[in-house]
T-cell receptor, first 116, second 114 residues
Framework: EADIYQTPRYLVIGTGKKITLECSQTMGHDKMYWYQQDPGMELHLIHYSYGVNSTEKGDLSSESTVSRIRTEHFPLTLESARPSHTSQYLC???????????????FGEGSWLTVV | KNQVEQSPQSLIILEGKNCTLQCNYTVSPFSNLRWYKQDTGRGPVSLTIMTFSENTKSNGRYTATLDADTKQSSLHITASQLSDSASYICVVSDRGSTLGRLYFGRGTQLTVWP
């Protein structure tokens, strides 16, 4: 079992609201990631971090922002939610770089966001 | 263009039967290929990771094969159980970037009926 946790699991909010999706891992991993996944579609990397105070944008452009003040914590924030942000957001972590052989990527349970 | 294509898109089988899921990729330069199981509404869970030199890797009733020459992989599930109902995602990594970029397939949705 992966020790990576996301909250909330499900969230319905109104347009224009600010929301923060929380992600924490207790495995001591330096590398953490945020993916976005629409139903029946592939995962897309939107943010990643190699360690404290390190954040980078991923392959898919996203209006969200992230921070990495502590190793175990990697929250994602939407300053002003829109219906187009409705999706599943998956947090993940790995001991080494995600693509390198031997580095298992552990995913959280996901946060389902619906913006109305 | 680096892509990962999975087939079939969906599959229904009876409990106890075997099945094989396919993954074709065009990712280059190739680093490794992973199969993940994703239950509905949950995060993906790793099943296998294979590098260029590995042809077969097993994890219980799951056996993955890799043909790096034809850029094809398969996931064989033996003696299926109701709990195998899930989406199975093929993920290919390249070795041409520092991040080790991952390319995800859209998954095969497997349903096991009693």
């Amino acid at each position: 079992e992966a020790d990576i946790y996301q909250t909330p699991r499900y969230l319905v909010i109104g347009t224009g609201k600010k929301i923060t999706l929380e992600c924490s891992q207790t495995m001591g991993h330096d590398k953490m990631y945020w993916y976005q996944q629409d139903p029946g579609m592939e995962l897309h990397l939107i943010h990643y971090s190699y360690g404290v105070n390190s954040t980078e944008k991923g392959d898919l452009s996203s209006e969200s922002t992230v921070s990495r003040i502590r190793t175990e914590h990697f929250p994602l924030t939407l300053e002003s939610a829109r219906p187009s942000h409705t999706s599943q957001y998956l947090c993940a972590s790995s001991e080494g770089t995600q693509g390198r052989s031997g580095n298992t990527i552990y995913f959280g349970e996901g946060s389902w966001l619906t913006v109305v | 263009k680096n892509q990962v294509e999975q087939s079939p898109q969906s599959l229904i089988i009876l409990e106890g039967k075997n099945c094989t899921l396919q993954c074709n990729y065009t990712v280059s330069p190739f680093s490794n290929l992973r199969w993940y199981k994703q239950d509905t509404g949950r995060g993906p869970v790793s099943l296998t990771i294979m590098t260029f030199s590995e042809n077969t890797k097993s994890n219980g009733r799951y056996t993955a094969t890799l043909d790096a020459d034809t850029k094809q992989s398969s996931l064989h599930i033996t003696a299926s159980q109701l709990s195998d109902s899930a989406s199975y995602i093929c993920v290919v990594s390249d070795r041409g970037s520092t991040l080790g970029r991952l390319y995800f397939g859209r998954g095969t949705q497997l349903t096991v009926w009693p």
